[in-house]
């Protein structure tokens, strides 16, 4: 069967710019349940109401009856803290999960200056609305590591997916490991990091690194672990490509900061372009080359995800049913969230 043929793409944006907090641009969603009904869809945003002149995102909210329309919620859920190096500038793609002694705690990714390597950090929150930073990271790898997601296992423990590279030891700008990772909790804070990589970059043609990976655990027994993960292709030889202002050692310096949103979709829209795989493991651990599920019709095409379909967040909404939350970039560099539902019960083939 023909996976991509599985997913029906709704119409409209979930969210979509719509504030001084996130007009400038709009991604990473991850999706929650509420205790007392409905859904709240934490996402990345900045705009020109951002906390201070150089950061370069933060997480928000917004809620909803059905899963479909949403309302924006004030405020902030999640900013950079200044004072630390390695996420004074930007804290983005969330994922949350329920702790043991009551409330959530949220996993995100921190950045700071360029030569600050990306780290997975943590907050908690009682009402899913209100979060306090937890000291300290939760994990990270010599080359910078983010867009976490979690899983709870079987065992009690907790995974988290996460995408980045590791430096091979005593080279210098050498990487000897890039693509997902993966690393288990017992206590939500520390992790210790599994060997291996879960999948490399470079499973698709002209892929250039991959941007975030979900996994749905079996529910019965006998059944595959399901990944869905988010490759970049590669710009097309000649392209002229403008450095991300992540990448950016000057960033603040030269000011690009202070307009990180046009700065960073000039990049995104330098012939890039992503779209969202599927692939199957038998253990959560090794995994098979993926096929395409979802995408857009490319440069110069029509749709809200022409470009760019991304950073990817599930939720089973009955019958065996999943709906899929994800970032979306139009030919015109508009960044929205969307969705799409499976077409029948399940999501293996």
Known sequence: MDISRRWQKEPGARVQGSRP????????????????GGYRLF?????PDKPFP?????????????GLLFRAEPGIRMAPRQALPYACLRVIAPTVTTRASGGWRMYFEARGPANQPAVICSAVSDDLLNWEYEDGIRFQTTGGVGAPRYLALPDGRGRIYCCGCDQQPGSVGKKSEEGVFSAV?????????????????GQTEHERSISAAE?????????MWTMFYSPWQDAPPGSVIPVHPCDDPNAVENGVSADFAAASIASDMAGFRS???????????????????????????????????????????????????????????NWRVVSAVTTDPGIST
């Not at 996402?43 to 705009?47: E, L, S």
């Not at 909790?185 to 990589?197: H, I, Q, V, Y």
């Not at 096929?291 to 470009?307: L, R, S």
């Open 54 to 66: 150089t950061c370069h995102g933060y997480l928000l909210s917004a809620v909803s009856d059905d």
């Open 185 to 201: 909790t017992s206590d939500g804070l520390n992790f210790e990091r599994e060997p291996g990589l879960r999948l490399p970059n």
């Open 43 to 47: 996402y990345t945003a900045v705009g």
């Open 215 to 223: 996994v749905l655990a079996p529910t019965t027994a006998g059944d």
């Open 275 to 333: 779209r969202i795989f599927v692939a199957y493991s038998t253990d959560g651990l090794a995994w098979g080359p993926g096929k395409c599920a979802i995408e857009g019709a490319g440069y110069g095409g029509v749709g809200g995800d022409a470009v760019h379909a991304e950073d990817m967040s599930l939720i089973e909404i009955g019958d065996g049913r999943y709906r899929m939350y994800y970032a979306a970039c139009d030919a015109h560099g």
């Open 21 to 36: 907090l996130d007009r400038s641009k709009v991604q990473s969603p991850c999706i929650v349940r509420k205790p007392a």
